[in-house]
C-alpha cells in the first residue's frame, strides 16, 4: 500500500515512511466506506474458498449420473460419498492433492447434501460454484495482468517518450478502440483453433490459456489510455528529471521511477474491468467458444442456467444460484473498485460523501 | 467541420483496410478449410470447389479479387448478379462474395436477409436503454438521496453485474411463464421484440441511468444553474431545458461503445430468443468456418461502429461547443 499513493505528490522529496502514512490514509478511508469494506471483506471469502475449495466437504463437481433428473435445493443436510476425482478426468496441481488428502483426513467421507440443488446430470450445484469460482477467477487474473502488461508498457511508453512517437500510438489505441472487438476474438478464437497443434505442442498453450490471452489482448486499450494520461503529468515532474540527470535509462525511469507513481489509479481500474472480463467469459461460454466440460465456470453454470428453461416446469435452482453467485461478486467488485476511487482520491472522495450522505 | 470528417474518413479507410488484410491473412493461414468434412472429398471435386471459389489462385490474386479492384471476367460477375462490365468488384463495391457454407448463396443474399432484423431490434433495444435510463437517471438526479435514488442506484449496479442472457432467462420465466404475456422466442411480430430488446437493453439502461445521474448533478452544480434558479426558473424547466443538454454529453460519448456492446450482445440474444438475425449467422460462420460470412459480418459491423462514432462525434461539438473538433481529429 506504501507505494500507492507517491504520485499524489508532486514533491520530488518523497520518504518512505510519508508515502507509508499516505497509504495508510487511504485505507483508513476505504475502511470508513463500509460498503466498500464489506465488499473487500466478502471478495476475501470468495476468493478463499475458491482456493480452498478442494478442502471443502462438497461432493464431487464432475461425477456424473447420466439418469439423474434436476433436483431442487432440498435435505438432507449431509450425505455419505467421496470427494470422486479422477486423475485423469479431473486433473488436480499437486498443492490441490495435498488439500485433498487433508479432506479426507478432516471429514472422511461425510460431505454436504444437495443444498442448493442438483444438474440435471446429478451434479451438486453448491459444489459446482465453488468449483466454478476458480475458473473464472482464474480468467480475471490471467487476462488483467496480459493486460496489465501491455497496457502499462504501451501506456506509459507513449506518455513517457511524447511528440510523435505517442501521437502515433494513441492513434493506434483510438483504432482498435473503435473497432468491434468482441467480432475479432471471436474471429481470432476460431482461427485459433486450426493452429491448435502448433500451440499446443510447440508453445505449450491450451485453448483456455489462449481463451485467457485474447481476453487479456483486448482489455489493455483503457489501461494504455489511462496509463498514458498519468504519466504525461508526472513527465516533467522533478524527481524524473533527476533520475534523468543521473544518467538512468529510458526503461529504468519508466519502470523504476514512474510506474510505482501510476500504481493507485491502475489498481483502481484493474479491480473495475474484472468484472466486465468475467462478463465476456460468460458471453464467449454462452458461444461455445469459452470453457469447456468437464471443466466449470460461473459462465458455464449460467449457461447451463439459461439452457433449461422450458415451459415443462422451471428449474429456477440452475438459474437464480449462478446469477446470485456472478451477480454478487461482480457487484462487491464495482463497489469496491468504485470505494477504492474514492480512498486514493480525496477530491472525488468528498464529492461522493457529499452524494452519498442523508 | 469538412476537415474534420475528411480526417476521420482517412483513418476509417485506414481501419478498414487493416481489419480486411489481417482477418483475409489470418484465414487463409489456418489448416482446414471449410470443404473439410466427414467424408474425404475426391481430389477432382476438391479441385473443382477450389476452382470455383478462386482457392486455387495465388494468395495475392485473391486478394486483390476479394477487395475489389480487379476485373473478374464476365462469368463470375454474371453469376453474382452483375452484368460483367465493372471494374470494381469485391469488398470496394460492397459485395462479399460467395458465401463457403451456404451453396448458392452470396454474403451479401445472407446479409440483406438478416442485417433488417438485427437492425430492429438493435433500435429497439438502443431505443429502451435510452428511454428507461434517461428518465432514471433524470429521477435519480432530480431527488438525489432519496430512497428512489439509491433503488435506481442499487438496481443499476446489479444490472451492470450480471450477464445478459442470465437477464434474458428471468425476462422469459416471468413474462412468458409465469404471466404469459409474450412469447417465449421466434420472430414475426412486434410482440416477439420486447423481451429480446428489454434483455438486451437493460444492462445498457443500467449504464446510462448512471452517467445521466453523474452528468447531472455535475451539470446541477454549474453557476448558470444556480442564476436560473436565483431568477425563479420553475425546478423542472431547470433540469430539462438548462442542465440536460450539458448533463447528457456523458450519455452521448457512451452511445458509441453503446451501439457496439448491443450489437455485440445480439450475438447471444438472437440465440436465445431463436431470431435469425446477422448475429447468429455470425457465431454459426465462425463455427463453421464459412470465413467470407464470417469476414463480411466483421467488416459490416466495424463500418456500422465506426460511422456511429463519428456521428457521435458530431453531435457531442453541437452539445457542447467548447470542444474543438479539430484537436482531436
New interface residues.
Given amino acids: 500500500m506504501g507505494a500507492l499513493l507517491r504520485w499524489k505528490l508532486d514533491a520530488p522529496a518523497v520518504t518512505p515512511e510519508r508515502g507509508a502514512a499516505l497509504g495508510a490514509e487511504a485505507w483508513r478511508r476505504l475502511r470508513r466506506n463500509r460498503v466498500a469494506w464489506w465488499s473487500l471483506m466478502f471478495l476475501a471469502l470468495v476468493g478463499l474458498t475458491s482456493l480452498l475449495a478442494p478442502l471443502l466437504p462438497l461432493p464431487s463437481p464432475a461425477a456424473l449420473e447420466l439418469s439423474a433428473e434436476p433436483t431442487p435445493p432440498a435435505g438432507p443436510w449431509t450425505s455419505i460419498g467421496n470427494h470422486g476425482f479422477q486423475r485423469e478426468y479431473w486433473p488436480l496441481s499437486s498443492v490441490d492433492e495435498r488439500l485433498v488428502d487433508a479432506r479426507v483426513a478432516l471429514f472422511g467421507d461425510w460431505q454436504t447434501g444437495p443444498w442448493l440443488g442438483t444438474d440435471s446430470k446429478g451434479r451438486d450445484l453448491l459444489s459446482r460454484i465453488v468449483w466454478g469460482s476458480r475458473t473464472s477467477i482464474a480468467v480475471a487474473l490471467l487476462a488483467m495482468l496480459t493486460s496489465l502488461v501491455i497496457g502499462v508498457t504501451w501506456g506509459a511508453f507513449a506518455g513517457f517518450v511524447g511528440g510523435r512517437t505517442d501521437r502515433v500510438m494513441m ?1 493506434i489505441v483510438d ?1 482498435l478502440y ?7 476474438v ?3 478464437i ?2 485459433l483453433q ?2 491448435k497443434d502448433l500451440l499446443e505442442t510447440r508453445l505449450g498453450l491450451n485453448r483456455e490459456a489462449v481463451f485467457y490471452l485474447s481476453i487479456g489482448a483486448v482489455y489493455w486499450l483503457t489501461m494504455a489510455r489511462v496509463v498514458r494520461g498519468q504519466v504525461l503529468s508526472l513527465r516533467h515532474a522533478e524527481f524524473v528529471d533527476a533520475a534523468r540527470q543521473m544518467g538512468a535509462s529510458t526503461a529504468r525511469i519508466l519502470f523504476v521511477h514512474i510506474v510505482p507513481n501510476v500504481f493507485g489509479i491502475i489498481i483502481v481500474y484493474l479491480t473495475l474491468s474484472i ?1 466486465s472480463v468475467m ?1 465476456f467469459e ?2 464467449l461460454t ?4 469459452g470453457i469447456e466440460a468437464p471443466r466449470v465456470s460461473w ?1 458455464l453454470l ?2 447451463d ?2 439452457d433449461t ?1 422450458h ?1 415443462l416446469g ?1 428449474d ?1 435452482w440452475l ?1 437464480v444460484w ?2 446470485v453467485a ?2 454478487t461478486t ?2 462487491a467488485l ?2 469496491l473498485g468504485d470505494g477504492l476511487r474514492d480512498a486514493l482520491d480525496p477530491k472525488s472522495a468528498l464529492a461522493a460523501k457529499g ?4 | 467541420m469538412i476537415r474534420f470528417l475528411l480526417r476521420r474518413a482517412g483513418w476509417f479507410a485506414v481501419t478498414l483496410f487493416c481489419v480486411v488484410t489481417l482477418s483475409f491473412a489470418m484465414m487463409r493461414a489456418v489448416r482446414g478449410g471449410p470443404f473439410d468434412s466427414e467424408r474425404a472429398l475426391s481430389p477432382a471435386i476438391e479441385a473443382n470447389l477450389k476452382a470455383r471459389y478462386h482457392l486455387d489462385w495465388p494468395l495475392w490474386k485473391q486478394y486483390a479479387a476479394y477487395v475489389g479492384p480487379l476485373e473478374l471476367g464476365e462469368q463470375r460477375a454474371a453469376w453474382l448478379g452483375g452484368d460483367g462490365t465493372r471494374v470494381f468488384g469485391g469488398v470496394l463495391a460492397g459485395d462479399f462474395g460467395p458465401s463457403f457454407r451456404y451453396r448458392d448463396t452470396t454474403v451479401n443474399d445472407i446479409l440483406a436477409q438478416s442485417l433488417p432484423i438485427s437492425l430492429a431490434l438493435g433500435g429497439v433495444a438502443l431505443a429502451f436503454a435510452l428511454v428507461l435510463g434517461l428518465a432514471a437517471g433524470l429521477v435519480s438526479a432530480q431527488y438525489p438521496r432519496s430512497s428512489l435514488d439509491t433503488l435506481v442506484r442499487t438496481t443499476a449496479t446489479i444490472g451492470i453485474a450480471v450477464p445478459n442472457f442470465v437477464i434474458a432467462g428471468f425476462l422469459v420465466i416471468l413474462f412468458a411463464f409465469l404471466v404469459p404475456l409474450f412469447p417465449v422466442a421466434g420472430y414475426g411480430s412486434w410482440e416477439h421484440m420486447v423481451l429480446p430488446g428489454c434483455a438486451l437493453g437493460l444492462p445498457f439502461a443500467a449504464y446510462i441511468a448512471r452517467l445521466t445521474r453523474a452528468g447531472m448533478l455535475d451539470a446541477l452544480s454549474f453557476d448558470w444553474i444556480r442564476t436560473a434558479r436565483a431568477k425563479g426558473v420553475p425546478p423542472r424547466t431547470i433540469l430539462l431545458r438548462h442542465a440536460l443538454r450539458a448533463g447528457i454529453v456523458p450519455v452521448v460519448s457512451y452511445l458509441g461503445p453503446a451501439t457496439a456492446g448491443i450489437l455485440t450482445g445480439s450475438l447471444v440474444i438472437e440465440r436465445i430468443f431463436a431470431i435469425p438475425g446477422t448475429g447468429s449467422h455470425f457465431v454459426n460462420s465462425a463455427l463453421n468456418r464459412d470465413y467470407t460470412l464470417a469476414m463480411g459480418v466483421t467488416i459490416l459491423y466495424t463500418t456500422l461502429v465506426c460511422g456511429l462514432n463519428v456521428l457521435v462525434d458530431v453531435l457531442y461539438t453541437w452539445l457542447d461547443p467548447r470542444v474543438a473538433l479539430e484537436e482531436e481529429g
Fill in positions: 492513434r483504432v473503435s473497432l468491434p472487438f468482441i467480432f475479432i471471436i474471429f481470432l476460431t482461427i486450426g493452429w468484472p462478463l460468460s458471453f454462452f458461444l461455445g467458444l459462465g449460467a449457461v442456467g439459461a428453461i415451459p422451471i429456477w438459474l449462478p446469477a456472478m451477480g461482480l457487484l464495482n463497489i452524494a452519498a450522505q442523508t
